[in-house]
């Protein structure tokens, strides 16, 4: 389920270009905007009600690779936030991944594929805050098609797991499955 490096980079640079355009500097002569301060809030805990899916996220980063980092596999039931997204509430896209299985039993996202469009996702931050989406859609891509640009750029809460056909020779699944939401009101 890793998101290949050049995946991230593209998603990085169409960020910038969207940054760039909506509100950076538009001549020499202007110094670039220091960059942005790292926010102290993160995102603690995922709620979806229809699946009965109450779990606490971690922090996670890029592998030495240059992949999206994965919750640890001895950690089946949390899920993680990629650092690399907008903290859920804020503007920018949010990405949370989760596992669907281990070896031995479902993971935290094993139902993810059953999640229908409507259905609300909740989000408790660090601040108190609880952070409310509705479901757009739900899909399921093959991973060499994954979507990057629009999972990592466009506004609102992605989560991604694994699923398809599981491809006993690379011991992986074939395809992830992503779910699309958008703010709904917010706690």
């Known amino acids: 389920m890793a998101v290949p490096t050049r995946w991230v980079v593209v998603a990085g640079i169409v960020t910038g270009f969207a940054m760039f355009v909506l509100g950076g500097p538009h ?3 202007e110094s670039a905007a220091p960059p942005r301060r790292a926010s102290s809030v993160v995102p603690e805990r995922i709620d979806i009600p229809a699946l009965k899916i109450r779990a606490p996220l ?3 980063g890029l592998t030495d690779e240059g992949d999206v980092e994965l919750p640890p596999f001895d950690r089946p039931s949390t899920a993680g936030w990629y650092t690399g997204s907008a903290v859920p509430g804020d503007p920018g896209a949010s990405v949370i991944i989760g596992h669907v ?3 031995a ?3 935290v996202f094993f139902r993810l594929r059953d999640l229908r469009a409507g259905a609300v996702v909740k989000v408790l931050r660090s601040d108190g805050r ?3 989406y509705r479901v757009d859609s739900v899909e399921r891509v093959p991973k060499e098609r994954f ?3 629009r999972v990592y750029t466009e506004d ?3 989560l991604v797991t694994c699923g398809g056909d ?3 020779s690379r011991h992986e699944y074939r395809d992830n499955v992503i779910v699309y939401a958008s703010p709904a009101d917010s706690a």
């Open 166 to 168: 599981f491809d006993w």
């Open 27 to 29: 001549d020499d002569t």
């Open 156 to 158: 609102g809460l992605r």
């Open 58 to 60: 971690m922090k996670l």
């Open 101 to 103: 299985d281990t070896k």
């Open 105 to 107: 039993a479902p993971a």
């Open 147 to 149: 979507p990057a640009e």
């Open 130 to 132: 609880t952070v409310s």
